[in-house]
């Protein structure tokens, strides 16, 4: 009895053993399973939490291999469309985007997303059929409208449009922004008069500064001034600090003439912080462009130029536009102060640096130019400019040595720039003639025109020299005659050419150049003067050499001319 099982009961354990093997492969299944989630879910957060804190190249590599693993993950697929469009990779942005929505063919945003990257890819159409879907199923969802309204807008589908915004108002009521949509669309079909007319009633039905003022400058525009400043009056009477209305009304007192109470608009305008600083700053270069208008409002133009830097000092551009104006009234002290401070706010930044220079190069600021450069390069080594503005600074503080050997390593940097090479090359030659050494200096002018036959500079200043030794003097005549073939109105290259005559016996000719000189700006410069008087002295018109010799004189006493005078006198 104890060695006997029966068949019954042998059944029943044999029930029990397959029933514990099921529950136990059942439970390492569902353990795998479970893992598998916890894995995919880890990796999903991880990857968002990367994106989120700014590491969208390792947010991608993880989403990537999600969807390597999980092909239908929509949501990996989706942020995978949203890292590839901020790279501009629209082709992979599109692949993710359908891909989500093929996982998930129900879910809004995966739509909208692949519709604004279709309409980003020009793929209108198929932009359009989604929207069209959305807005069918979602109809009260009128903020997805806005992007419909532009992409039939850009396919001149301004019937499309339209629709599209009696949907909006049907469902939410007219709006200044559904109002303006349907005004540029009657400019977009060129329908002007019909535009303002829907406008200006608009504006009765729901007045608002925006649309007053636009009515106020499309009035201006076609100049009927009174209508204009109606409307710039109704829209400051709505909000008496909307800064377009003040800016057209503020206009059409200028243009009537009525400068007291444009200045009366202007000022605060000016002043006003939130007006785009860049719009002021190119308004104020068009009022300076007009020099009558800056001398007979000086001082208030002046205001408005200080309202101007006082509302933006840490404007790059309006700080340089206003030391530029203190500079131009006299001020130039306030204005290289400005420039100073716009390096200290921004001293990593190269413009300002430049800027600087710039202006004390103007102010023949010699030592500031020479040492700042110095500064400049600890910033920006082996800057080009930086080194010409430091080499320019110690040439005129007589510093010929030093500035020979900023030009020289100027000379090396510039490798393969040959514009750099030439005009450093002619700088050479006038700083080696500056240190007496005219030997160096015709090596250099002549390596200047050997690669640039047509550089004036170089031409001049070497046929000048050599006219001064009278040596060579066919060709300083021959360099000489280029230089005036290549700028006819330079009053330097007339005098050179016409000295050189002059050294040559051709005094007669030497009168006709100098004569064109005269005409362009001569008149002005001691040296032409003095070479004028001399040709004519020798020409046998002596009264008139005498009155421009006098001339001369006056403009640059430190010539000498007066007292060469008075020995000719004596002859």
């Given at each position: 009895m104890i060695n006997t099982i029966s068949h019954k009961s042998g059944r029943i354990i044999s029930k029990i053993i397959v029933l514990a093997i099921l529950l136990v492969a059942g439970t390492a299944y569902l353990g795998a399973q479970q893992k598998s989630s916890i894995e995919k879910d880890y990796k999903y957060m991880e990857a968002l939490r990367l994106l989120n804190l700014g590491h969208p190249a390792e947010s991608e590599k993880i989403f990537l291999e999600l969807v390597k693993e999980y092909p239908s993950m929509d949501a990996a697929h989706f942020y995978l469309s949203k890292i590839y469009i901020s790279k501009n990779d629209l082709e992979n942005a599109k692949k993710s985007a359908s891909a989500a929505l093929k996982a998930d063919p129900s879910n809004v945003w995966y739509k909208i997303?692949?519709?604004?990257?279709?309409?980003?890819?020009?793929?209108?159409?198929?932009?359009?059929?989604?929207?069209?879907?959305?807005?069918?199923?979602?109809?009260?969802?009128?903020?997805?409208?806005?992007?419909?309204?532009?992409?039939?807008?850009?396919?001149?589908?301004?019937?499309?449009?339209?629709?599209?915004?009696?949907?909006?108002?049907?469902?939410?009521?007219?709006?200044?922004?559904?109002?303006?949509?349907?005004?540029?669309?009657?400019?977009?079909?060129?329908?002007?008069?019909?535009?303002?007319?829907?406008?200006?009633?608009?504006?009765?039905?729901?007045?608002?500064?925006?649309?007053?003022?636009?009515?106020?400058?499309?009035?201006?525009?076609?100049?009927?001034?009174?209508?204009?400043?109606?409307?710039?009056?109704?829209?400051?009477?709505?909000?008496?600090?909307?800064?377009?209305?003040?800016?057209?009304?503020?206009?059409?007192?200028?243009?009537?003439?009525?400068?007291?109470?444009?200045?009366?608009?202007?000022?605060?305008?000016?002043?006003?912080?939130?007006?785009?600083?860049?719009?002021?700053?190119?308004?104020?270069?068009?009022?300076?462009?007009?020099?009558?208008?800056?001398?007979?409002?000086?001082?208030?133009?002046?205001?408005?130029?200080?309202?101007?830097?006082?509302?933006?000092?840490?404007?790059?551009?309006?700080?340089?536009?206003?030391?530029?104006?203190?500079?131009?009234?006299?001020?130039?002290?306030?204005?290289?102060?400005?420039?100073?401070?716009?390096?200290?706010?921004?001293?990593?930044?190269?413009?300002?640096?430049?800027?600087?220079?710039?202006?004390?190069?103007?102010?023949?600021?010699?030592?500031?130019?020479?040492?700042?450069?110095?500064?400049?390069?600890?910033?920006?080594?082996?800057?080009?400019?930086?080194?010409?503005?430091?080499?320019?600074?110690?040439?005129?503080?007589?510093?010929?040595?030093?500035?020979?050997s900023t030009f020289k390593e100027i000379l090396r940097l510039a490798n393969g720039d040959s514009a750099t090479t030439v005009r450093t090359l002619s700088i050479l030659g006038d700083t080696y003639y500056m240190a007496g050494n005219k030997k160096e200096a015709y090596k250099y002018y002549q390596k200047t025109i050997d690669i640039e036959p047509k550089h004036a500079p170089a031409l001049n200043n070497y046929a000048y020299y050599l006219s001064e030794e009278g040596k060579q003097l066919r060709k300083a005549l021959a360099m000489s005659k280029k230089t005036v073939e290549l700028e006819p109105e330079n009053a330097i290259y007339l005098d050179t050419y016409a000295w050189i005559l002059h050294k040559m016996g051709n005094n007669a000719e030497a009168k006709k150049m100098l004569k064109q000189a005269m005409v362009f700006g001569g008149n002005q410069n001691a040296d032409i003067l003095d070479h004028y008087a001399m040709v004519l002295f020798e020409l046998g018109e002596k009264d008139l050499a005498f009155m421009y010799w006098g001339q001369a004189d006056k403009l640059n006493p430190s010539l000498g001319i007066a007292a060469k005078v008075d020995k000719l006198k004596q002859k």
């Open positions: 997303e692949l519709a604004r990257i279709y309409a980003a890819t020009g793929e209108i159409d198929n932009s359009i059929a989604i929207y069209e879907e959305v807005r069918q199923n979602n109809s009260a969802k009128t903020d997805l409208y806005l992007d419909m309204i532009e992409l039939y807008i850009r396919k001149q589908n301004y019937e499309g449009a339209l629709s599209i915004i009696d949907d909006i108002e049907r469902v939410s009521g007219k709006s200044e922004a559904t109002g303006l949509t349907r005004y540029n669309i009657f400019i977009y079909q060129k329908k002007t008069e019909e535009a303002i007319a829907y406008l200006k009633e608009f504006d009765k039905e729901q007045p608002s500064p925006r649309t007053s003022t636009m009515l106020g400058d499309y009035y201006a525009s076609i100049q009927k001034d009174t209508l204009a400043m109606e409307y710039y009056a109704t829209a400051l009477s709505l909000d008496p600090k909307y800064i377009p209305a003040t800016f057209g009304i503020a206009e059409s007192y200028r243009i009537r003439g009525q400068f007291d109470l444009y200045f009366e608009y202007m000022f605060p305008f000016m002043a006003n912080t939130e007006v785009n600083p860049g719009l002021k700053n190119e308004y104020m270069k068009e009022i300076m462009a007009n020099p009558k208008f800056v001398q007979t409002f000086f001082p208030q133009v002046d205001t408005m130029m200080q309202n101007l830097f006082g509302a933006h000092p840490r404007d790059t551009s309006i700080a340089y536009n206003f030391a530029v104006f203190m500079v131009q009234t006299s001020r130039p002290d306030v204005g290289l102060k400005v420039l100073e401070q716009n390096i200290k706010n921004f001293p990593q930044e190269r413009g300002p640096r430049h800027q600087y220079l710039s202006l004390a190069y103007y102010l023949e600021k010699w030592e500031i130019l020479a040492s700042q450069s110095d500064t400049a390069l600890v910033w920006f080594p082996a800057d080009l400019d930086f080194m010409q503005l430091k080499g320019i600074g110690q040439l005129q503080l007589n510093k010929t040595e030093e500035s020979i």
